[in-house]
C-alpha cells in the first residue's frame, strides 16, 4: 500500500511569512530550553549538595562515636540477643566481665559500637553506614565492590570518594573517606599488622535518594510547567498572526492533511499488525503483504509479491490450501484453521493459525481474499513439551509406586511372612497341648513385630516424615540430625538453625527437608566425611539452606555429564525440587576440599509455592 504525498501546489503555497515565523519560534524555542536546561542543571546540582551534607553529617557522626569510643577504650554493655559477646575480642583478657551483682557485661570495640549504631539508624532513617576494610576481621564487614574500588583509591591517596549510585535497584548517593588506625584501635587489630596513622579502612555512607529526586522532580517539573506555559503563550502570539494570514486555506489543508495522515496511519497499522496480513486476487496470486508476514517467513516483499500464495505451504498441505481457497471463493464457510504450515525462506516450517475473509468491491463483486495468519509455532512447541513433561511425571510416578512396592516386598512382606509363620506354628503347639513351647515361640516372634513396625514406620517417615507436621521443620531436621549421627557413628553433624518456624513457609518445609535429606544421604555414599554443617538462616534477602561438608569431594561438571551416575541424579533432583519451588542452587566441590550444597528463595514470599 503506498502512501499518498501532500500535492505539490500545497507546498508551493507555502510563503515567506511561513519561513519567518518558523524561524521566530525555533528563536523562542531555542532561548526557553537553554533557559529550562540551566535551571533543572541548578536543581540537580541542588540535590547533590544536599545527599553530600547529609553523607558529611552522617559520617561526622560516626567518626566522633567512633573517636569517643576508641578513647575509652571500648564500651562494656550487658549481653542481649542483639548484642552477644564478639568473637573477634576473644584474645582481650577482658572481653567479658561481671558487675558485682552478677550482671553479664561484654566489651563493644568502636567498630562494633558504629555498626550497631548503623543498623538502628539505617531502620530508622533509611541513610546506611557501613565500617568496612580490605582486611576485616568480621566477614560481614567485607567490602562491596563499589567499596573495594573506593579503598584501593584509598591506598594511592584518594581523600574521598562520592557517586550517585543504585542498592538493590534504588537510588543512592554513596560517600567514603578513609579511616586511619588511632593508637586505641591497635588494642583489637594490632595483630593484623596495622600501625597508627596509617588507612586502616574506610567509613562508607548510603544517603537514600528517593525523597531528594521526588523533591527535584517537582522542582523540575514545575520549572518545565512554567516554561511550556511561557512558550506556548510565545508560539500562541507568533501564530496568531499567520494563522489570520492563512486562514482562507486552512479548510482545505486540513481536510488533505487529516485525509494523507489518516492514511498513512492505517498503512503503518496494517503493515506492523501483530497478525500476518495478506491480499489475494480471484487466482491466489499475492497482491498484497504486511511486514509482520515478511519477516516470519524471512523474505522481503519482491519475492512474495506476484506469486502463488500456494507456493510458500508446505508440499503436503498445498492440495487443501487450493481446495479450501476455491471454497472461499464460491462463498462456502470456511472454518479457521489452525494447523497450516508454511515454508520459510531457511527451509523451515512455521506453523501458523489463519483466517480467510472475502475481498469485495461496493458492487459485491469478489475482489478476492484476504487473509489473517498467527504464529502458534511456540504454542504447538509447548504443547509437545508439556505432553514429554506429562510422560516425565507418569514415569516418576510409576517408579516410586515401583520402589515404594519393592521395599513393602522385600522388608516388611517377609517379616510378615515369618511373622504369620511363628503365630501358626505356636497355634499348633497350643492345640497340641505344648503351652510351653507355643509361648516360647511368640517370644521369639515379638523382635520380628517390632522389626516389622519399624520398617512400616522407616517407609512412612521417607514418604513424608511426619514430625514436619505435627513440630515444623526446625525440629524435624534436628531429628534427622540425631538419627543420621545415630547410623553413622563416625559423622558429627552440626546444626546452624539462625530463623525461627514461623519464619519458614508452609509449603516450602518439605522441600528444604528432601534437599537436606538427599544431600546428606550423598554424603553418606560418597563424600567420606567426618563432619556436616547444617545452616538454614536469613542471608542478603533470603531464606539459605546450606549444607556443607568436608569431605573428598567431586568434580561438579564432570558429575553432571555422567546420565547414568546415581550422584548425578540426586543433584538434578535438588536443583528441581529447588528451582520448581521458586529458589535457586548451587553447589561448590572440589576434589580433597569437601562440597556445599546451597538453596535458597525469596525471603518472606511464597508467591512462587503456594
Known sequence: MKEPTVPLENVIMRSRLKYY????????????VLALALSIKDVRKDTKNLAYGKAIAHFNKDQALRFWATEHGGVYVPVTEQTQSSPYLVNILERDIATPAGKRLTLMNPAYVVRQMNEWFASLYGVYGHITSLKPLRPENAPDDWEQAALVAFEQGSEEVSQFSSIEEQPFFRFMRPMLVKTGCL????HQGYEAGEVRGGVSVSVPLTPLLATQQGRIKTLVLTCSLLWMIGLSGIGFGWRQIRKSDDDRNRVQKTLIDSQGRYQRLWDNAPAAYHMLDVEGIIRQVNRTEL????????????????????????????ERFRLKLLGKEIPKQDNRKYLKKDGSAVNVSIDDILERDTDGKVLGVRTTMVNITDLKRAQEELRHLSAQLLEVQENERKKLSRELHDSTGQLLAALKFG?????????????GESVELLETVIPIAKQASDEVRRIHTDLRPSLIDDLGIVATISWFCREFETLHAGVRMEQ???????????PLKIVIFRILQEAVNNIAKYGKANQVRVFLREKDGKLELAIEDNGQGFDVEHVRSEKNADRGVGLTSMRERTEFSG?????????????TVRASWPYGSEKSIS
Not at 21 to 32: F, G, H, K, N, Y
Not at 425 to 433: E, Q, Y
Open 187 to 190: 588494642k583489637c587489630h594490632g
Open 496 to 506: 546452624m538453625i539462625h530463623i525461627g518456624e514461623e519464619e519458614v513457609p508452609e
Open 21 to 32: 515565523t518558523l524561524a521566530l519560534a525555533v528563536v523562542w524555542t531555542s532561548i526557553l
Open 295 to 322: 519477516d516470519m517467513l524471512g523474505y522481503t516483499r519482491d519475492e512474495m509479491l506476484g506469486k502463488p500464495i500456494f507456493e510458500f505451504v508446505m508440499p503436503e498441505q498445498r492440495d487443501d490450501a487450493e
Open 423 to 435: 503365630i501358626e506354628n505356636a497355634l499348633d503347639k497350643v492345640r497340641h497341648g505344648t503351652i
Open 583 to 595: 529458589g535457586s542452587f548451587s553447589i561448590e566441590s572440589k576434589k580433597g576440599a569437601g562440597t
